[in-house]
């Protein structure tokens, strides 16, 4: 099976740069993605990296090292609306075939 | 393009009663997926369909929880009798194909057992 560990929380300030990481331990990995998910919202799609490196979409980045079972999503410029959760999600194949397994989450909450 | 439709958005009932949960995934995604999140907690792969054939049905608890999706389309899940550690919110999602990167989540069901 897989596993991914990410902080519960997160605090920052408007304006600031805040980096949200993500280990996984998984067999069969094909790639990690990143949703967020506002209080009382639908989990929507923010990136996807299969490769090594840094893709960025606007303010938000995310990266990761396979080597490392690793990947991190860097947000920045805040804003207040950026206050969601977000969830690194694993793809990977096991017995039951390609398979999208999501972390706990992290709580980020952005402050004045 | 119209999103992924869920009904009820939210459902209250006491334990042991049955409920069940409607789901209208994104027109021509083959893939349809339900997830179970528990407050506080990332969302947990119930069911995956592909088309109206179950890919993955590994984590539903089976002595009382099903779902279909008979035509391809439409799901149901079902949870008959409910239990305390039931309460959550249930989470449809569709995707083109089994192995696409970019899930679309539905509104979601929030169900309270009491």
């Known amino acids: 099976g897989q596993s991914l560990e990410q902080p519960s929380e997160v605090t920052a300030v408007e304006g600031a740069i805040v980096q949200i990481n993500c280990t996984y331990q998984t067999s069969g990995f094909y790639g990690l993605s990143w949703y967020q998910q506002h209080d009382g919202g639908a989990p929507t799609f923010l990136s996807y990296n299969a490769l090594d490196g840094l893709e960025e979409t606007g303010r938000f980045s995310s990266f990761l090292s396979r080597s490392d079972s690793y990947g991190y999503l860097l947000l920045q410029e805040l804003q207040m609306k950026d206050s969601a959760s977000y969830f690194c999600?694993?793809?990977?194949?096991?017995?039951?075939?390609?398979?999208?397994?999501f972390g706990g989450g992290t709580r980020l909450m952005v402050k004045p | 393009e119209a999103g992924v439709a869920q009904s009820p958005r939210y459902k209250i009932i006491e334990k042991r009663q049955s409920v069940a949960f409607w789901c209208n995934p994104i027109s021509g995604h083959a893939t349809l997926y339900w997830y179970q999140q528990i407050l506080g907690q990332g969302p947990k792969l119930l069911i995956q369909f592909q088309n109206n054939g179950v890919v993955d049905d590994s984590q539903l608890p089976k002595d009382r929880f099903s779902a279909e999706r008979l035509k391809g389309v439409d799901s149901t899940l079902k949870i008959q009798p409910a239990k305390l550690e039931d309460s959550a919110v249930y989470l449809c999602a569709s995707s083109p194909t089994s192995g696409a990167n970019v899930l679309t989540f539905g509104a979601g069901s929030r169900l309270t057992v009491l």
């Open positions: 999600a694993v793809r990977a194949w096991d017995d039951a075939g390609n398979m999208l397994t």
